[in-house]
């Protein structure tokens, strides 16, 4: 998806309301982009150890296969975060630019809303995507 196509979404989906950072660095980044998270030897974040939490606490209140219409909050509805499927079938690069911190930056722009994650659970994001989601 081209850069003005996420804006787009990103504008949709403010709808939530925005919330502010963590405010531990890196700093929050002002527009969506690599975050630089590696995978660590001797990591130990699984689908079902870490992920599935995060997705479930901070993604499926808009990104759900069983959401419809609006109750996504404009959403795409090809993006769908109930399942390891779901997530394994968005490239791992566009969630990460999105939700998780590296070294990189810190990408804060989902969700626009509380609860949102900290940052080391966004730096814990980008672990568990840089890792190949396990």
Not at 16 to 42: E, L
Not at 118 to 128: I, P, T
Request: net charge negative.
């Amino acid at each position: 998806m081209n850069r003005y196509k996420w804006l787009v979404v990103l504008a949709v989906s403010v709808g939530c309301s925005s919330g502010g950072s963590s405010g531990t660095d890196p700093d929050p980044a002002t527009q969506p982009g690599p975050s630089g998270a590696t995978c660590p030897s001797d990591s130990t974040l699984t689908y079902d150890t870490f992920a599935s939490d995060f997705f479930a606490q901070y993604c499926v209140r808009c990104h759900s296969s069983m959401l419809e219409g609006t109750s996504r909050h404009g959403a795409p509805a090809s993006l769908n975060y109930d399942t390891l499927e779901g997530v394994q079938a968005v490239p791992a690069e566009r969630i990460d630019s999105m939700a998780a911190a590296g070294p990189a930056q810190e990408n804060s722009f989902m969700p626009p809303a509380a609860p949102r994650p900290s940052h080391a659970e966004r730096e814990q994001l980008g672990e568990w995507l840089a890792c190949g989601r396990p």
